[in-house]
């Protein structure tokens, strides 16, 4: 490991003086943008070197040298791939480091028309933020850009995927709101696609529970719209579920079995566990306050 990183050192060097003979007047009349890209070559070796000897930062020091120059001798392409390479080191090492570089190449993929690959580098920054960082508000935000650029680009299974995920983390900061638009919107293009019609089920559910957290009364009244937009979803087990709920309002013990048989067929993952939780919490809250009244 130690071999690799001398030698990654003595190939920066090299590239650095195939600058530095690449700056004066003659080598600039004579073979100057060949010894750019020749010390390009030489950073992406360093780089690889660097990699092989689990040096991360020195890596993507190296790459996004390498893609500067790239830029100065208009290779846009190459410069964004060694932008994404350095991200991908950097990732080991910096992650807001790992963010920039990738956001140079996203820069560059919409400069040059290429939304699907600037689409896919915006869910790695996303997810960045989601497992790095622990920023929910920047990775929805970068989940948003790139459901945008997917639509844009008539990928619309990859963009619901991503404009779910943002409905995921909308009603985690309880933007309730956000997250019912999204989820009736996805639910309405998945019943168009007969291979994805059986998914909006899923969809009207999650939608509700987000009604429930936001306004009781309001989602007592979305149901019957849900049952005559998608019919399936009335014969549902999470439709009646939520039919359960609702008819428990005022009893937590009936609101809390209703919800445990449920879960003793399907499991309830964490995002629908912690939106019956705050339901609960509700349901507490108005029982104690009419106990207090009382």
């Given at each position: 490991?130690?071999?690799?990183?001398?030698?990654?050192?003595?190939?920066?060097?090299?590239?650095?003086?195939?600058?530095?003979?690449?700056?004066?007047?003659?080598?600039?009349?004579?073979?100057?943008?060949?010894?750019?890209e020749e010390a390009a070559e030489l950073f992406v070796?360093?780089?690889?070197?660097?990699?092989?000897?689990?040096?991360?930062?020195s890596a993507g020091q190296c790459f996004c040298k390498?893609?500067?120059?790239?830029?100065?001798?208009?290779?846009?392409?190459?410069?964004?791939?060694?932008?994404?390479?350095?991200?991908?080191?950097?990732?080991?090492?910096?992650?807001?480091?790992?963010?920039?570089?990738?956001?140079?190449?996203?820069?560059?993929?919409?400069?040059?028309?290429?939304?699907?690959?600037?689409?896919?580098?915006?869910?790695?920054?996303?997810?960045?933020?989601?497992?790095?960082?622990?920023?929910?508000?920047?990775?929805?935000?970068?989940?948003?850009?790139?459901?945008?650029?997917?639509?844009?680009?008539?990928?619309?299974?990859?963009?619901?995927?991503?404009?779910?995920?943002?409905?995921?983390?909308?009603?985690?900061?309880?933007?309730?709101?956000?997250?019912?638009?999204?989820?009736?919107?996805?639910?309405?293009?998945?019943?168009?696609?007969?291979?994805?019609?059986?998914?909006?089920?899923?969809?009207?559910?999650?939608?509700?529970?987000?009604?429930?957290?936001?306004?009781?009364?309001?989602?007592?009244?979305?149901?019957?719209?849900?049952?005559?937009?998608?019919?399936?979803?009335?014969?549902?087990?999470?439709?009646?579920?939520?039919?359960?709920?609702?008819?428990?309002?005022?009893?937590?013990?009936?609101?809390?079995?209703?919800?445990a048989d449920y879960d003793s067929i399907s499991r309830?993952?964490?995002?629908?566990?912690?939106?019956?939780?705050?339901?609960?919490?509700?349901?507490?809250?108005?029982?104690?306050?009419?106990?207090?009244?009382?």
């Amino acid at each position: 490991m130690a071999d690799n990183e001398q030698k990654a050192m003595q190939l920066m060097q090299e590239a650095e003086k195939k600058l530095g003979s690449s700056k004066g007047f003659l080598s600039s009349l004579f073979g100057g943008s060949s010894k750019t890209e020749e010390a390009a070559e030489l950073f992406v070796r360093a780089a690889n070197t660097f990699k092989m000897a689990k040096n991360w930062a020195s890596a993507g020091q190296c790459f996004c040298k390498a893609a500067q120059l790239q830029l100065t001798l208009q290779s846009r392409h190459e410069a964004a791939t060694h932008y994404v390479d350095a991200g991908n080191a950097f990732k080991k090492a910096d992650p807001n480091e790992s963010i920039n570089c990738l956001l140079k190449a996203v820069e560059i993929y919409t400069d040059m028309g290429r939304f699907t690959i600037a689409a896919k580098h915006h869910i790695t920054v996303a997810e960045i933020y989601e497992n790095e960082l622990a920023d929910i508000e920047q990775a929805m935000s970068h989940y948003e850009r790139a459901a945008d650029y997917y639509k844009g680009e008539e990928s619309n299974s990859a963009a619901n995927k991503c404009f779910l995920k943002v409905a995921q983390y909308s009603a985690q900061l309880e933007q309730y709101q956000k997250a019912i638009d999204i989820y009736e919107q996805v639910a309405s293009n998945c019943m168009e696609n007969a291979l994805l019609k059986y998914s909006a089920k899923d969809h009207f559910f999650r939608a509700a529970l987000c009604h429930m957290c936001n306004d009781i009364v309001n989602a007592k009244l979305v149901i019957p719209k849900y049952e005559e937009m998608f019919p399936a979803f009335s014969d549902s087990r999470e439709c009646n579920l939520l039919k359960s709920v609702l008819d428990s309002m005022d009893n937590v013990d009936e609101f809390t079995k209703a919800v445990a048989d449920y879960d003793s067929i399907s499991r309830l993952d964490q995002w629908l566990t912690m939106m019956f939780l705050r339901i609960k919490n509700q349901i507490t809250e108005e029982v104690t306050d009419e106990m207090n009244l009382c």
